[in-house]
């Protein structure tokens, strides 16, 4: 029978994220996997910018990406926040407990 561990976590993330080298194999995998062919997309894209000139599919092209960028950068900024936020409450609690 399996646990209510096992249940509320079928792929066992938490399991592969104990692990040291989980969060660099991540990256690697999702770099090569998606990120990679999304560089490689875009980089043909601005050769032929270059090249060709734009179009009107392209201006909507690169507000597109830089809407996608601009989301990227405030999850980052999210992220780097909350875990600010979380180790400065997680430091006063420690100092109200001694």
């Known amino acids: 029978m ?3 561990q096992e249940d ?3 792929l ?3 399991e592969w994220f104990a692990k040291p080298y989980s969060v660099t194999v991540t990256t690697i ?3 090569f996997l998606v990120l990679y062919r999304t560089w490689l997309y875009i980089v043909n894209w601005l050769e032929s910018v270059l090249v060709n000139g734009l179009t009107s599919g392209d201006v909507t ?3 597109a ?3 996608i960028l601009v989301l990227l ?3 980052m900024v999210y992220m780097v ?3 600010q936020v979380g180790l400065l409450r997680t430091v006063e609690d420690q100092e109200k407990k001694l």
Do not use: G, H, Q
Request: net charge positive; aromatic share 12%; glycine share 0%.
């Open 81 to 83: 926040l909350s875990k």
């Open 2 to 4: 399996k646990s209510d």
């Open 12 to 14: 066992r993330l938490k």
């Open 29 to 31: 995998l999702l770099f």
């Open 8 to 10: 509320m976590d079928p």
């Open 65 to 67: 990406l830089t809407f």
């Open 73 to 75: 950068i405030a999850n």
């Open 61 to 63: 092209f690169i507000k």
